[in-house]
């Protein structure tokens, strides 16, 4: 029987950031909760050691970034999410950045690479932040048919695309509760 301290579920993880992303966004409250509702473009620096890693990537046109909430305020197991302030739902069923383990992903448009640098565009991330890999988007394996989104279905979100999806836009439309 594995004890807590023996138990290897129970043992930290640790990581290496791989390269840095950078946009325009330095506040949370400015930038998009996701990169779908912006076109906003950016960079992803993978770092040297990292490059031979970039080999064909140049022939997806999406990618998925993986990277640390480098700014995340704490871990809360329920948080009301930015697009219903009006009730409280469990962190596993949002995507908010305060999380037990502040790992965040977001699917970006890959306009082009340029050594270790790739242009990205679609990106909600704070700039600076870490990132921890990076996933190629595959549309035969990552795409689903008929899918069930929770609580969210249930937020007459079908025009989101046209709010300007940031904290602070959300909050004007009464969304929001940071």
Not at 1 to 6: F, L, P, W
Not at 69 to 73: G, I, K, Q, S, Y
Not at 154 to 162: A, G, L, N, P, S
């Given at each position: ?6 138990d290897?579920?129970?043992q ?7 390269g840095v ?8 409250e ?5 990169g779908?509702?912006?076109?906003a473009?950016g960079?992803v620096?993978v770092f040297p050691?990292y ?5 064909d990537?140049?022939s997806f046109s ?6 640390h ?5 704490g871990?809360?197991?329920?948080q ?10 469990g962190?596993f069923?949002i ?8 790992i965040g992903l977001?699917?970006?448009?890959l ?6 640098t790739?242009?990205?565009c ?7 932040t ?15 048919e008929e899918?069930?989104?929770g609580?969210?279905d ?9 709010w ?10 009464g969304?929001?509760?940071l």
């Open positions: 029987m594995h004890t807590e301290s023996t290897p579920t129970r930290p993880v640790t990581y290496r950031p791989i992303i950078r946009t325009p966004f330095t506040e949370q400015n930038t998009p909760i996701q779908i509702f912006n076109p473009c960079t620096e050691e490059e031979e890693g970039l080999l990537v140049e999406h990618l998925i970034l993986i990277y909430f480098h700014r995340a305020n871990a809360m197991l329920r009301k999410p930015f697009l219903d302030v009006q009730k409280e739902r962190i069923s995507r908010h950045f305060n999380r037990p383990n502040p977001s699917i970006v448009e306009k082009g690479v340029r050594g270790t790739l242009d990205i679609g990106i909600d991330v704070l700039d600076g870490p990132l921890l890999d990076i996933k190629p988007y595959v549309r035969q394996f990552d795409h689903r899918v069930r989104s609580w969210v249930d937020q007459h979100v079908d025009d989101i695309r046209e300007n999806s940031t904290p602070e836009a959300l909050r004007h439309r969304r929001v509760n």
